[in-house]
């Protein structure tokens, strides 16, 4: 359905159709201050929004409106506390995984904060870790990135190891920087410095193509790449075509400084960890709510009429 506005100026009726403006993939809807420099985003099935703080080594639990639910972790090494924390990741129960980075290890909570368990020591041997920087969950098994030991860990939920795969070089299946993980049922996407490498669930390479940043995806598959300090999350298919880019200077308002996690609601919202100080929030242009998308397309028009000589009225058509 489109919508015509009808602009009264001196006596001229002017009629536009918003179909004659292109409108991006998401509107900037909101934004959340306060954070410590925020590393990553996880979102539950109640649209409870996980905020895992590097700066803060805490992670903070809030509303899908930023309103404050639970906060845990301090500095130390102790259960529950952390060490420059990279990644969170939630499994099918509510759990939260949180790569507690220069701790070497990966610690395990519940939905409110309190520590389940934790696997990892500083090392490069079967479970062990060196500065892990990304997590995924693909249903059924947890994956990490290994980051300065250049592979990727698989494991169940208790931590359990199942397999590995990866070395130092710019090979197939090899990485440089294996910064962060995102997974899907029988497939694994892993950051590797400028590229964005494809594998089965079993560390078979299946494909690659240019990309930079930390890595997530949507409920349809499509692969999300967070330009860092370059303000742009690249938005692709499973195969890496390109669809869109989101960032500083486009007409949904987006302005990042450096981007990092990116999290989903469960209607497509999007909320992305600016390393600045916020998160913004985001909604898919789908589901915005009627009219919402109309009025947005039309801003240009309204900011060249002059609003106090200008009435409008819209209707539907």
């Known amino acids: 359905m489109k919508a015509v506005a009808h602009w009264f100026v001196a006596g001229i009726v002017l009629s536009v159709s918003s179909t004659a403006f292109a409108q991006p993939d998401y509107y900037f809807a ?31 639990k809030l509303t899908s409106t930023g309103g404050s639910i639970a906060t845990w972790g301090t500095a130390g090494s102790g259960n529950g506390q952390f060490n420059l924390p990279r990644a969170i990741v939630l499994d099918g129960s509510g759990n939260v995984y949180v790569a507690d980075t220069l701790n070497h290890r990966i610690q395990k909570f519940d939905s409110s904060g309190n520590y389940i368990l934790q696997w990892g020591t500083q090392g490069s041997g079967n479970g062990q870790f060196e500065s892990p920087s990304g ?31 990866g070395s130092f070089g710019a090979g197939n299946g090899q990485f440089n920087v294996a910064g962060d993980v995102a997974a899907v049922p029988g497939i694994v996407y892993v950051s590797d410095n400028a590229r964005t490498q494809k594998f089965d669930s079993t560390g078979n390479y299946i494909s690659e193509w240019p990309a930079i940043g930390q890595l997530s995806i949507d409920s349809v598959g499509n692969v999300y790449s967070s330009g860092g300090m370059f303000g742009y999350i690249y938005k692709q298919d499973a195969d890496g075509n390109l ?71 819209m209707r539907r058509a």
């Not at 990553?40 to 903070?60: F, I, K, L, T």
């Open 30 to 60: 909101d934004e959340w201050d306060g954070f410590s420099n925020p590393a990553d985003v996880a979102v539950d099935s109640s649209d409870n929004v996980y905020v895992v703080e590097q700066g803060g080594n805490r992670v903070r």
């Open 135 to 165: 997590l995924a969950w693909d249903g059924t098994s947890i994956y990490v990135a290994d980051t300065s030991n250049h592979r990727v860990q698989k494991f169940d939920l208790l931590g359990n190891y199942i397999l590995q795969w």
């Open 243 to 313: 669809i869109t880019s989101i960032g500083a200077n486009q007409i949904n308002e987006a302005n990042f400084f450096i981007v990092r996690g990116i999290g989903f609601g469960s209607d497509g919202e999007m909320y992305v960890a600016d390393a600045f100080d916020s998160i913004q929030k985001f909604f898919e242009a789908e589901s915005l709510p009627v009219g919402t998308g109309e009025v947005l397309a039309l801003t240009a028009i309204g900011l060249m009429l002059c609003a106090g000589m200008v009435v409008r009225r």
